[in-house]
Structure formats: structure tokens, C-alpha cells
């Protein structure tokens, strides 16, 4: 019998989420006997995956970079002058299929790593011939969002999915979603398709030593408790908000951490400003302008006491909340959003309006982290494990 074939396709750079996902789906695949073909975006990409893995990983795997043939060049210059709106979901698919008609794959799995366009107003026929015979996908931004608070409830965005017709199409063969709430909304929706939950996993470095910037925190705290801002200090993670809380924090319960990158050119003048004001006005924070490894990370986020997750523009899952679960750290997170939801509901922390300043401060001020029961992290970081992907590709690949 024919080894079943998956092919993997990851067309965003491999930053974030992208990597480990790519990683763990390939391991998991190959363990399930099949071949596993990955596709990335360029040389760069292929060239960082293959030194993230083993030489028996490695072995196993068939890697290719997506080429930009003359074919697809021409079917995306003429989609999208008789598809405006629907010219990146026609790059993505166009992409695919210019690259697999060199393949025999009729038979084969196509496994979309990140689904975000969904060819709303393509007509069927466009749609059926343009997407792989079987195709699957991991789809972590389904819904339309806002980056008006009172709209940043997951549930109103489902207004967002009545456009995603690739959904009805007979080659999905599953949609994979990160939001445990919604397989059995879309269901109703689309009751000709299977959506199953994906975790939001990590692979946790669990640090056995701490870094000199955590070493730093613990010198400066002298025993106050830790509150952490960390990764890259942009509009989606609310730095703006984070920064307006500075004035209403007590800092001598709280000793504040900016760890990350921050790129003032991409903020307007007046808030770039507003940022040096802020952070000159504090010197008693914490602050290195540097991005931290994911080893730093792990070890930050697990010498802290609370961590902002107060995104903005943010009703989806994000697996930092995974990650803090694991290490048993409270979060603080944006209300009506996913993240705040969950971290009410498995009692992780704080569920706060970061565009009110001196509410939000409250919050965190009457805040005690050792108060918070830790089963809650538990079930939460259980349920988001890498463990989970078995028990979810055995649901895919049943028929």
C-alpha cells in the first residue's frame, strides 16, 4: 500500500508561531507513517528550518521552497483586477496550486499551517479549481476584529464567517481551530464541515538557570512583586496603554519590566514623545530595549508575578497565555477578548479596560498572584499541550 503523503504549507516567515507549528506537524505526521513534504516562502526559510531540526528529523522530510512561476505571476496579476478584494486569498491558493501541478498530489493531503484568507467573493467554480483536491487547515483568524474595546468579544464577530465559503467546499477536509468555542458555532454554520479544536501549544524550555536580565528584575525588585511587559513594544500590544498605567501603579508593591524591542519611528510623533516622557519619568522601571531569546522568555516569564496580555485588536488565542499557564504566572488581559474569557474562567489572572488607565491600575494594585488557585494553570496548560496534537490529527485522519 501506497505511503499516505502530507503536504505541509507555511507561507509566512517562520517567526512566532510559525516555526514550532511547522516543526511539530511534521514530527507528528512522519510518526503517523506518512511522507511529509514542507513548502516554505524562500531559500531563507528552508535554510532556518533545517537547523532547527535533527539529522533523523531531517531524514524524514522532504523540504522545497515555493517557486513564483510565470503561471502564477500571470493568474494573480488577473485576479486581482477581477478580484480586488480577494487578491492576497488568490495569491495564497494560486501559489499552492502553481507550485503542486508539478507534483502528482491528487491524492495527497495539502495541510495549510495558517489559514487567513478565505476567497469571500470568488465564484464556486473559480474556488473548486483553484483549491487542492484534499486540503486542510489550522485557521486562527476566522473572525473579523476591531480595535474598539466594547467590539472585542469573540462573539461578535461572527458576522465575519458568512464569507468564508471555502468552507462548503467538498475538498476541505477539516478546519482546525485554535478557539475552543467555536467548532460547535461554525458547525451550525457549515454543517457539511468538521471543525476540531487545535491546541495552542508551546514547547516549553522550562530554564533551569536565570539570565542576567532576570537577575537584573530580582536585584531591583528587593522583593517586590514583578509586573512584565515583554516582546516587542507595538500598537497590537497595547505599549501605549501599558505606558498611561504608569502613573497609577504602586510601585512599592510592583517593580515594572519593559523587556523588548521598541521602534520609535513606528509610532507618530506626538506618542513617540508621549513614550520618551513616560519612560523618563520612571526610572525606577525596568528597561532593556532588547528582544529576548526564547530561553529569556521562558525564564522572564517565569520569574514574574503578572504579565500584560492587555492586547489591543487581539479577540483571538495566543499561545503566551499558554505559555504562562505552564510556568504558573498570572496574566493581565484585555476584557471581552478571548484571552480574558479564558483567564476568567480557569482563574489566571485579571480582566481589565486598558484604555482606563486608572481602573486598570486599580486592578493590578489590589492584585495578589499567590492568591490565585493553582489548578487552573494546570487544566489550562494540560488542554493547550503539544500532547494534544495527537489525539487531534487522529480525529483529522479518521474519516
Known amino acids: 500500500m501506497k505511503q499516505p503523503t502530507v503536504h505541509l504549507i507555511e507561507y509566512s516567515p517562520l517567526i512566532g508561531h510559525h516555526l514550532p507549528y511547522l516543526k511539530t506537524l511534521s514530527n507528528r505526521f512522519s510518526e503517523k507513517n506518512h511522507q511529509v513534504k514542507i513548502w516554505v516562502i524562500d531559500e531563507k526559510n528552508k535554510e532556518k528550518l533545517i537547523q532547527s531540526l535533527t539529522t533523523s528529523e531531517l531524514d524524514k522530510l522532504d523540504i522545497q521552497v515555493l517557486k513564483f512561476f510565470f503561471f502564477f505571476k500571470v493568474l494573480l496579476k488577473i485576479g486581482r483586477f477581477v478580484f480586488p478584494n480577494d487578491g492576497h486569498s488568490l495569491g495564497v491558493w494560486g501559489l499552492v496550486k502553481a507550485n503542486l501541478t508539478t507534483q502528482e498530489h491528487e491524492e495527497d493531503l495539502v495541510f495549510m499551517t495558517w489559514l487567513q484568507h478565505s476567497c469571500t467573493r470568488l465564484p464556486k467554480s473559480i474556488r473548486q479549481w483553484i483549491l487542492p483536491r484534499r486540503w486542510m487547515a489550522i485557521d486562527g483568524f476566522a473572525i473579523h476584529s476591531s480595535a474598539v474595546l466594547e467590539e472585542e468579544n469573540f462573539d461578535t464577530y461572527l458576522e465575519g464567517t458568512q464569507g468564508i465559503q471555502i468552507y462548503e467546499e467538498d475538498s476541505c477536509q477539516a ?225
Not at 292 to 311: C, M, N, Q, T, V
Not at 321 to 345: D, F
Open 175 to 399: 478546519v482546525l481551530l485554535l478557539n475552543e468555542e467555536m467548532p460547535s458555532i461554525l458547525k451550525l454554520r457549515f454543517p457539511n464541515t468538521r471543525f476540531i479544536k487545535f491546541p495552542d501549544f508551546i514547547e516549553p524550555l522550562n530554564p533551569t538557570d536565570k539570565p542576567d536580565v532576570c537577575q537584573l528584575i530580582r536585584q531591583e525588585a528587593r522583593g517586590r512583586k514583578i509586573f512584565l511587559f515583554v516582546g516587542r513594544m507595538i500598537e497590537k500590544r497595547n505599549f501605549i496603554s501599558f505606558l498611561h498605567l504608569l502613573p497609577y501603579l504602586d510601585h512599592k508593591q510592583w517593580q515594572v519590566c519593559l523587556i523588548g524591542e521598541l521602534e520609535l519611528n513606528l509610532y507618530p510623533k506626538d506618542e513617540q514623545t508621549f513614550i520618551k516622557i513616560q519612560l523618563a519619568s520612571f526610572p525606577e522601571i525596568t528597561v532593556q530595549f532588547q528582544r529576548p531569546g526564547d530561553y529569556e522568555l521562558d525564564a522572564l516569564i517565569e520569574s514574574a508575578d503578572l504579565l500584560w496580555l492587555a492586547y489591543m485588536n487581539h479577540p483571538h488565542s495566543s499561545n503566551m497565555l499558554t505559555r504562562a499557564a505552564h510556568y504558573k504566572t498570572a496574566v493581565v488581559a484585555t476584557s471581552g477578548t478571548l484571552i480574558a474569557h479564558r483567564v476568567i474562567r480557569y482563574e489566571m489572572g485579571l480582566s481589565v479596560n486598558p484604555y482606563n488607565a486608572i481602573s486598570a491600575a486599580k486592578s493590578i494594585n489590589n492584585f495578589n498572584p499567590q492568591l490565585n488557585p493553582f489548578h487552573g494553570y494546570q487544566q489550562y496548560a494540560q488542554q493547550q499541550s503539544i500532547q494534544q496534537i495527537d489525539h487531534t490529527l487522529d480525529q483529522v485522519l479518521t474519516p
